[in-house]
Nanobody
Framework: QLQASGGGLVQAGGSLRLSCAAS????????MGWFRQSPGKERSFVAG????????NYADSVKGRFTISRDNAQRKMYLQMNNLKPEDTAVYYC???????????????WGQGTLVTVSS
C-alpha cells in the first residue's frame, strides 16, 4: 500500500515536498514514480526513479524545478517541487513497480493521491 501526502495550497513560485510512504511491502526492488492529473485531463507522468535511486527521469514540464528522491530504509519516496506554477495544480499520485515504461500508466501499485493547488 502506498500513501501520498504533502499536498496543499501554495502561491506561484513557492515550494512543496510530497511524500509517498509504503506499508505492508518492501519497495527496495521497485522503480517508483509520480504522476499527476488535472481536472479534465488524463493522468500524466511527472517523474520516475529507479529502485537504487541512481537513475531518474522527468517530464519536460517539470525539469529543473522538481526533484525525485527515495529512502529505501524508510520505505519512502519524495518529490521536491520548487518554483511552482498554476499549471502544476493537480492531484499527485505515487506509484511503484511499473509493468512497462515509466511514463506508461500501467503500474502495479498506486497511492491515493494528494492535491496540490498553485494560486497565481
Amino acid at each position: 500500500q502506498l500513501q501520498a501526502s504533502g499536498g496543499g495550497l501554495v502561491q506561484a513560485g513557492g515550494s512543496l515536498r510530497l511524500s509517498c510512504a509504503a506499508s505492508g511491502r518492501t519497495i527496495s526492488n521497485d522503480d517508483m514514480g509520480w504522476f499527476r492529473q488535472s481536472p479534465g485531463k488524463e493522468r500524466s507522468f511527472v517523474a520516475g526513479i529507479s529502485y537504487s535511486g541512481y537513475t531518474t527521469n522527468y517530464a519536460d514540464s517539470v525539469k529543473g524545478r522538481f526533484t525525485i528522491s527515495r529512502d529505501n530504509a524508510q520505505r519512502k519516496m519524495y518529490l521536491q517541487m520548487n518554483n511552482l506554477k498554476p499549471e502544476d495544480t493537480a492531484v499527485y499520485y505515487c506509484a511503484a513497480d511499473p509493468r512497462n515504461s515509466w511514463s506508461g500508466n500501467i503500474w502495479n501499485y498506486w497511492g491515493q493521491g494528494t492535491l496540490v493547488t498553485v494560486s497565481s
